[in-house]
Structure formats: C-alpha cells, structure tokens
C-alpha cells in the first residue's frame, strides 16, 4: 500500500504526523527565541558596557579636556614669563654689550693715547732727570776742581777766552750739546758703518752718547774727552774714557790699533795746524782699510755758515767740507764720499708753502707759478741746506 493511501485511510496519523512537525518546529523556534533572548540581553549587556565606557571616555575626556586647558593655560604662562625673561636677558645683554664696547674704546684709547703719552712723559721725565743728575755732578765737579772751558790750544788768549766764559760755561756746554735723546737718534744712523770694527775710537766724546750706543750694540770702543767734568761723567755711565787733550792721547796710542775712528762735532773746534797733526794721528792709530766718520756744522747754507755757527764761541771757524776732503787725503785718506745730515724741518723752508692755482687758471700763470716753486727750491739751498754734513774716509796703503 502506498503511504498516500495510507495517510487517506488514517487521517487521524496525518494529524498527528503533522501536530509532530508543528511540535517541533516550534520547539526549535522556541529555542531559537531562547537564543535570540539570550543574545540580546548578552547585546544589552553589552550596549550597557558600552554606554558605561562611553560616559567612562566622556568623564575621562572631559577631565583630559580640562587638564589640557590647564596645561594651555600653564604653557601660556610659561610662554609668558619665558618672553618676558627673555626680553630682559636681551635687554641686559645690549646693555653688557654696549658697555663691553665702550670699555673696548676706553681701553683702546688708553692704549692708543694715554699710554703712549704717559710712556713718552715717564721717559722724558726720566731723561731729564738723568740729564740733570749729570748736569749736577758736572757743575759739582767743576767747582770742585775751579775749571774754565776747556780749549785745544792753550795760547794765553785762549786761556784768557775760557776764564772770561767760566761763569757762562754749564750753560754753554748743555745748550750746544743738545738733547742727548736727539743725538742719540741722530747717531744711531752710523751703527750700521761700525758694526764690523774691531774696536772705535770716539774724539771729543762729551757725555758719551755715541760710546753708549756702541756698547749696547756690543762693540767695544773707547773715547778721548778734554773736558774733565764731561770725562768723569762719562765714566760713572760705565764708560772707558780718556781724559786729556785729543791730540796729546791720540800720539800715546798704539799704531793700528782700532779699526775705526769717529769725530762728532769736534774739527770746527781745531786750528788749521792741529787739524792737520790729529789727522795724520789717526792715520796711524787706525787699522788699514778701517774707516774714519767725522760729523760737522754745514756750513753752505748761510743760516748755518752765517748765523748758527757762531752761536758756540768756542768754534774756531766754519769748516768746508771740501776743504776738510783735501786735508784728508793730503794725509793718505781715501775719501768714500760727502753727505749733508739733519736737514731743517720742512715748516721753516720756503718751498713748503707751494702755490695753488685755481681751476681755471691760465698756462702763463701756472708756468709763472713753476718758476716761483723752483726759484723757493734754489733759495732753500741757498739759505737753508743741512745743518750737518758727514765725511767717511778710508784709510789706504802703508
């Protein structure tokens, strides 16, 4: 029998066939239900979790939104008081700095000027003071010994000539000397000439000047001196000075014994004859090939020749230096050549005040102009000159 045929003869199965399947089907939408009831309340507690985090975030957040504002509110501060202590450490460094800069122009004008200045005053100071210790002792000396000015030639005229200026003498002595700062600046151009000597021989050495710079540039020399106040001075310096009258020491010296000779200032004090006599004297005291340096006033120009020359009473006469050459090698001097020394300061000379001529000006004018420029150069010469001239001679042959 087929199961349609069976279902028909039994309806009664059919129904409860079919109350089965409802049955259980229900029964799975019923669990089903329960699964789903389970889900949303394990959703529920979830979404309650999740509401509990988020009013948890929105506390924490509101918290970090207020801890923020306040670390907004503290930097701002901060930012604050960082600008303000920053502008007054600015504010302090450009005042350090402007002070650094006007004590770098202080110092630099201490340096520059003070300085300077206050080292010049101290050595003039202490020049000075070496000047008159040395004026004193001279004076000291002199009264001491009742000396008159000593003279080359001791004719009675001439010692007459020195009694009559004793009273004047000191102040003759220190005016025509000079500076001893000045000479030795003058003289230390002829170092260079000497350097090579075995030994120098220095006539008429005054205060010793040119002896000082010899020793200082280690090379050995002595001076003859006349004066004997001037002598002894010289020798509490340290010096090695020979005190007596130069012709009479320059004959008790050994033949070819310096290498060098030198005279400053000294001829123009000798007569002809004596001139003659010291310098064959020195011819022979002198080494072959070893140099003579004499030093003089310049006569050729007419302020010195004819005026500043006679200023010192004890010159004899102004010497020329070419006649000076011819009495040089009238005693075997090879004569290396003739130079003027120490001319006079450009503010006293005529062709330091040249013209100007304007724009504009004519030919004629500015050729006029020339010839009075060269014509102030011409009278220069004439009047003016050098002060000093220097002779190097050799001495040549046997």
């Known amino acids: 029998m087929s199961d349609s045929a069976w ?32 889900i949303e309340r394990k959703l529920g507690e979830t979404l309650d979790q999740v509401g ?14 207020s801890r923020i504002a306040e670390i907004d509110g503290f930097r701002d501060q901060f930012v604050d008081h960082c600008d303000l202590k920053i502008g007054d450490v600015e504010a302090r460094a450009d005042r350090i700095e402007t002070q650094l800069r006007a004590v770098g122009h202080e110092s630099e004008r201490i340096r520059e000027l003070m300085l300077p200045a206050l080292s010049r005053r101290v050595d003039a100071l202490l ?11 001279s004076l000291v000396e002199r009264l001491l010994l009742d000396e008159p000015l000593p003279l080359v030639n001791h004719e009675p005229r001439e010692a007459a000539l ?45 205060r010793g000047e040119w002896l000082l710079l010899l020793r200082e540039a280690g090379i050995e020399a002595c001076g003859i001196e006349g004066d004997r106040a001037l002598a002894h001075a010289a020798r509490r310096r340290g010096l090695k000075i020979i005190e007596g009258d ?29 001139l003659g006599l010291s310098l064959s004297e020195i011819r022979r005291v002198i080494e072959p090939g070893g140099l003579l ?31 000076l050459a011819l009495y040089l090698r009238s005693a075997g001097f090879e004569v290396l050549g003739i130079e003027g020394k120490n001319p006079f300061p450009d503010d006293q000379l005529f062709s330091s005040d040249s013209l100007e ?20 150069t ?11 001239f220097v002779i190097r001679a050799k001495k040549t042959g046997e």
Not at 357 to 362: A, I, Q, R, V
Not at 378 to 388: K, P, T, V, Y
């Open 52 to 65: 509990r985090a988020e009013l948890r975030l929105d506390t924490a957040e509101g918290e970090i939104g």
């Open 378 to 388: 011409r009278l220069d010469n004439i009047l003016h000159g050098s002060r000093d």
């Open 246 to 274: 130069v012709l009479e020491q320059l004959r008790q010296q050994e033949d070819a014994s310096f290498g060098s000779v030198t005279a400053f200032h000294l001829f123009e004090h000798l007569d002809a004859d004596i």
């Open 357 to 376: 001529m304007p724009e504009g000006t004519s030919d004629e004018m500015r050729a006029l102009a020339g010839k009075v420029d060269r014509l102030k």
């Open 127 to 137: 020049g000075n003071m070496m000047s008159e210790v040395d004026e004193v002792a």
């Open 162 to 206: 020195g009694e009559a200026l004793a009273g004047i003498q000191p102040l003759l002595v220190e005016e025509f000397r000079g500076d001893e700062g000045e000479i030795r600046h003058r003289l230390e151009a002829y170092l260079e000439d000497v350097r090579s000597a075995k030994s120098v021989l220095d006539l008429g050495s005054g």
């Open 7 to 38: 279902w028909n003869r039994f309806p009664w199965l059919r129904w409860f066939r079919l109350r089965s399947i409802v049955d259980r089907e229900i029964s799975r939408v019923g669990r089903a239900e329960d699964r789903l009831d389970a």
């Open 293 to 323: 340096l004499i030093e003089c006033p310049d006569p050729r120009g007419l302020r010195v020749g004819g005026s500043l020359f006679w200023l010192d009473p004890t010159h004899q006469r102004p010497l020329h230096p070419e006649t």
